[in-house]
């Protein structure tokens, strides 16, 4: 069988955070945090670790990680909690 890790962050993480400050930010991280591990179990991958605005998960293979991480990015852009004005994810 053929692992795959899929890794996800937050493009510009340290300007969104220092725009938006402290407390919205965590509420943004709560927001992703939730976004992805609800994807992930869509697709059936396995939580790894979380590391900042960094998410790490496994799969059972390549295409299922590929159609996780399109789905992830298609939610997360959904989420209006996670776009900050004039800075779309």
Known sequence: MLATVLFVD???STERAVAIGDRPWR???ET???TVREVLQRYRGRE?????DGFLAAFDGPARA???????RKSVQNTH????????L
């Open 10 to 12: 937050i493009v510009g």
């Open 66 to 72: 590929i159609r996780c991480a399109s789905a992830i």
């Open 32 to 34: 992703f945090y939730s």
């Open 48 to 52: 790894i670790n979380t590391a900042g």
């Open 27 to 29: 509420e943004t991280l």
């Open 81 to 88: 909690a996670l776009t900050l004005k004039g800075c779309p």
